[in-house]
């Protein structure tokens, strides 16, 4: 089985930074690609960030320039650092990773971790 465990969220003021972190780790092949989502209250899940192999980046318009998204390819650990929070910001942010296992590609989801941007 394949984990993704996150951790990093919490309340933090407009203009504020925060850094998630997910981890993933269970009986991984290789990872092809590491992103975060994210889903406000009556939304739909969203894209926000994702780097795939080559170095290849993809962010969402609202959070371009203000978002950065790294990975740690080691350790199998990816990164979203987030600066300049808005209010809209407000979601639970879900890490997924594309990994193989046993020869089978597969999409993987973690738990989420609430992110909260408010005065």
């Known amino acids: 089985q394949v984990q993704l465990v996150e951790s990093g969220g919490g309340l933090v003021q407009p203009g504020g930074s925060l850094r998630l972190s997910c981890a993933a780790s269970?009986?991984?092949?290789?990872?092809?690609?590491m992103g975060w989502y994210r889903q406000a209250p009556g939304k739909q899940r969203e894209l926000v960030a994702r780097l795939a192999e080559g170095g290849i980046t993809d962010y969402a318009d609202s959070v371009k320039g203000r978002f950065t998204i790294s990975r740690d390819s080691p350790e199998n650990t990816v990164y979203l650092q987030m600066n300049s929070l808005k209010p809209e910001d407000t979601a639970i942010y879900y890490c997924?990773?594309?990994?193989?296992?046993?020869?089978?590609?597969?999409?993987?989801w973690g738990q989420g971790t609430q992110v909260t941007v408010s005065s």
């Open positions: 269970g009986n991984i092949d290789s990872i092809n690609a």
């Open positions: 997924n990773a594309d990994a193989s296992r046993a020869g089978l590609l597969s999409p993987y």
